[in-house]
């Protein structure tokens, strides 16, 4: 397993950890790192399957998650020092991506947005208010490259490359309110490479890097232990560098 060095996850350790999506590839490995961690932080997995279940669509479950957030966070007297937004959707139930405009369906488009960015926008809803006024933490929610507006040089992937590029905007426009009362805080998108997980699969093309789980857990979580609050509202990729919007 690849491990983050000790202190870099140091300001961590008197605190909670909120792993969101943490039965997926690459949330498992999130969880995995910081439960390894010898006197680390309290992590707090959730998804569909956890108790309380969290499910994106359903944003009662998303509120009620957070009350049980809330009430480990005073019961333990912890900050919440950093939630990861593990989640994503690229394909299923029988559908890929787009690769022409001829394949663009409206229901597909509305599932995409759903998952990729709406639902992470209501994961910020209820969890930023939880952040700790003062001192260090991160809300860090998954985006990708494909997201990007200035990089897309390829086309094609109509509904996941739009949906992230409006999780994006989301990010951006939450980090100003955040700042304007948590002025520690950074709320930021990443991008994680290519993991080797179910979503990325169908996709792994020979020549492209990717990465097991756990390395592209352990580079992510060096990344977000190094951002000052200078760089929140950022789209920021695995080498801790910036991406084009």
Known sequence: MSAVPGDELGWLDDGLVVVIGARGGLGAAFVRALRSRTDGPWVLALGRGSEPALDLLDEASIAQAAGWVQSER?????????????????????????????????????????????????????????????????FATLSAKVGSIGDNQLGGWYGYRAAKAALNQLVRTASIELARSHPQAVCVAVHPGTVET???????RSGLTVRPPDEAAARLLGVVSQLMPQRSGRLIDHGGEDLPW
């Open 74 to 138: 005073d019961a333990r007297q912890r900050p919440v020092r950093l939630v990861i937004d593990a989640t994503g959707w690229l394909h299923g139930d029988g559908r890929l991506p787009e690769k022409s405009w001829r394949q663009l369906d409206a229901a597909h488009l509305a599932h995409n947005f759903a998952v990729n960015a709406i639902g992470p926008a209501l994961l910020m809803k209820h969890l930023l208010p939880l952040l700790p006024r003062q001192g260090r933490s991160v």
């Open 198 to 204: 179910a979503l990325s699969a169908p996709f792994s």
